[in-house]
């Protein structure tokens, strides 16, 4: 098995939370194939919702990894017009705090409201501008 480059932020996540080694797993196949953006963040908020006293700074390197990899795109109803790109900022705890945290930033701060339906998704950024 080639190494990948997430393999290097994994690495010490896998050494002190071997708990959690599905999470681990899930997370690396979504990031390898980079097709399930979602699933890197649910196994990220997993980890961090299963992390032992003292293995919450083990998970910083992995949020930084996500925050230049992942990123929030909102597009009208239909998907037809992509409206903005924004970049991901994990500093909550858990996915559902994130999500509304985005969803209310969407009602209050964007000039959105002749639109009745915005979607947000998470996506990869393209590789020139992740890297």
């Keep these: 098995m080639t190494a990948q480059p997430i393999d290097?932020?994994?690495t010490p996540i896998?050494?002190?939370m071997s708990h959690?080694?599905?999470d681990i797993l899930d997370l690396r196949d979504?990031?390898?194939r980079r097709d399930d953006p979602g699933r890197c963040l649910s196994c990220y908020f997993r980890l961090l919702a299963g992390a032992r006293s003292g293995d919450?700074?083990?998970t910083t390197p992995l949020r930084k990894w996500l925050e230049q990899h992942l990123e929030i795109v909102a597009h009208d109803a239909?998907?037809?017009k992509e409206l903005e790109r924004l970049p991901l900022h994990l500093e909550l705890d858990s996915i559902e705090g994130y999500c509304q945290r985005m969803m209310q930033a969407f009602r209050e701060d964007r000039a959105y409201q002749h639109l009745p339906l915005i979607e947000?998704?998470?996506q990869f950024k393209e590789a020139s501008s992740a890297a």
Excluded: K, M, N
Aim: glycine letters at 4%.
């Design 8 to 10: 290097h932020v994994l």
């Design 14 to 16: 896998a050494r002190e």
């Design 20 to 22: 959690r080694a599905d």
């Design 30 to 32: 979504a990031a390898i």
């Design 56 to 58: 919450a700074e083990t």
């Design 78 to 80: 239909g998907l037809q």
């Design 120 to 122: 947000l998704s998470f």
